[in-house]
Antibody, heavy 120, light 107 residues
Framework: QVQLVESGGGLVKPGGSLRLSCAAS????????MSWIRQAPGKGLEWVSY????????SYADSVMGRFTISRDNAKNSLYLQMNSLRAEDTAVYYC?????????????WGKGTTVTVSS | DIQMTQSPSSLSASVGDRVTITCRAS??????LSWYQQKPGKAPKLLIY???SLQSGVPSRFSGSGSGTDFTLTISSLQPEDFATYYC?????????FGQGTKVEIK
C-alpha cells in the first residue's frame, strides 16, 4: 500500500545537525513532488520545504532557509532533509508528504512523522 | 506571505450536528486551498483539495466551498470519528501556509 516512513529524528544540541530520511513505497515516487512539514509540540502545522519530482525545483520556508537542505534519490525512493545549525525552535515532529502538482497542489499522502528535539 | 485565518479556533458540537469552519486568506488565491484533519498523535489526513474536491475515500458528509479569499469546510452530520483538529492550507504561493487550526470537541 501507499506508505511514507520517516526516520532519523532524535535529540540534538543547539547548533548541531541531523539528517532526516523518508522512505516511500506503494506509488511511483519519481512522479511526485515531495514536501516536509513540521509541528512543534502543542502547535499547528508549518510547511518547511518542497522539492520537485526531478529535484530541480526547491522551495523553503524563511525560518529554515540557509540551514536546511532538501534532497531526494529517486533510485532509492527516498527523500531527505539535512538540518544544520539547529535551534530550540526547530523542535517538532517532522512529516514528509507526497504532493500532487497538477493544476492544483495538495499533499495527499503523509508519513507518521519523526520527532526532533533540540535541547542542551 | 499569505496569512490564513481560521474561525472558530475551537467549537463544541454534538453527534449529528452540522458544523462549519471558515478560512480566510489575506489575499486572493483562486481555489488553491486544501483541508486536512488531524487526530491526536496522528499525521494529518487530506480531506478536500482545490477548495471543493473531495479526496478519494473521504466520507461525503465532508464538503468544501469558496474561492478567492473565503473558504468553508462543512461537516453535514458530525460523527464520533470526526472529533479532531482541522487545518486549511494554501498552495497558491510559497511559502505554503496553514491556518492555526480548529479543534472540534464533543459537547
Amino acid at each position: 500500500q501507499v506508505q511514507l516512513v520517516e526516520s532519523g529524528g532524535g535529540l540534538v544540541k543547539p547548533g548541531g545537525s541531523l539528517r532526516l530520511s523518508c522512505a516511500a513505497s506503494g506509488f511511483t515516487f519519481s512522479d511526485y513532488y515531495m514536501s516536509w512539514i513540521r509541528q512543534a509540540p502543542g502547535k499547528g502545522l508549518e510547511w518547511v520545504s518542497y522539492i520537485s519530482s526531478g529535484g530541480t525545483t526547491i522551495s523553503y520556508a524563511d525560518s529554515v532557509m540557509g540551514r536546511f537542505t532538501i534532497s531526494r534519490d529517486n533510485a532509492k525512493n527516498s527523500l531527505y532533509l539535512q538540518m544544520n545549525s539547529l535551534r530550540a525552535e526547530d523542535t517538532a515532529v517532522y512529516y514528509c508528504a507526497g504532493v500532487v502538482m497538477k493544476y492544483y497542489y495538495y499533499m495527499d499522502v503523509w508519513g507518521k512523522g519523526t520527532t526532533v528535539t533540540v535541547s542542551s | 506571505d499569505i496569512q490564513m485565518t481560521q474561525s472558530p479556533s475551537s467549537l463544541s458540537a454534538s453527534v449529528g450536528d452540522r458544523v462549519t469552519i471558515t478560512c480566510r486568506a489575506s489575499q486572493s488565491m483562486s481555489s488553491y486551498l486544501s483541508w486536512y484533519q488531524q487526530k491526536p498523535g496522528k499525521a494529518p489526513k487530506l480531506l478536500i483539495y482545490a477548495a471543493s474536491s473531495l479526496q478519494s475515500g473521504v466520507p461525503s458528509r465532508f464538503s468544501g466551498s469558496g474561492s478567492g479569499t473565503d473558504f468553508t469546510l462543512t461537516i453535514s452530520s458530525l460523527q464520533p470519528e470526526d472529533f479532531a483538529t482541522y487545518y486549511c492550507q494554501q498552495s497558491y504561493s510559497t511559502p505554503w501556509t496553514f491556518g492555526q487550526g480548529t479543534k472540534v470537541e464533543i459537547k
